[in-house]
Nanobody, 131 residues
């Protein structure tokens, strides 16, 4: 069973910073974790899920336009952990943030972002940015 648990969310004023973390467990080994792309996503009330950034097995990063220049994704495969450094936060960044991993369960649902299919999800953590 794959488990992903987010931490580090909270409330911050516009222009502030937060660092989100995502701890993985249940992979068959830490080697398995490193083979897959992992990413960050968010969903605000009344809006659709939005991909923010992903990092693949080689450490190559890709970002949505809304995140470029402000957010930085990174991973530590030895710790089976994923991070998102968020700077220059804006009220529009307010949302529930989720981490997710490839692959997806056979016959199961997935969310496609920048050509990758993410099928394992954390429960999410709230980020609120006030004016």
């Amino acid at each position: 069973q794959v488990q992903l648990v987010e931490s580090g969310g909270g409330s911050v004023q516009s222009g502030g910073s937060l660092r989100l973390s995502c701890a993985a467990s249940g992979y068959w080994s830490h080697i398995g974790y490193s083979q897959y792309a992992v990413g960050w996503f968010r969903q605000a009330p009344g809006k659709e899920r939005e991909g923010i950034a992903l990092i693949d097995s080689l450490g190559v990063t890709k970002y949505a336009e809304s995140a470029k220049g402000r957010f930085t994704i990174s991973r530590d495969n030895a710790k089976m952990s994923l991070y998102l450094q968020m700077d220059s936060l804006k009220p529009d960044d307010t949302a529930m943030y989720h981490c997710a991993s490839e692959p997806y369960p056979s016959g199961g649902d997935y969310y496609e972002f920048l050509g990758r299919r993410f099928g394992y999800w954390g429960q999410g953590i709230q980020v609120t940015v006030s004016v």
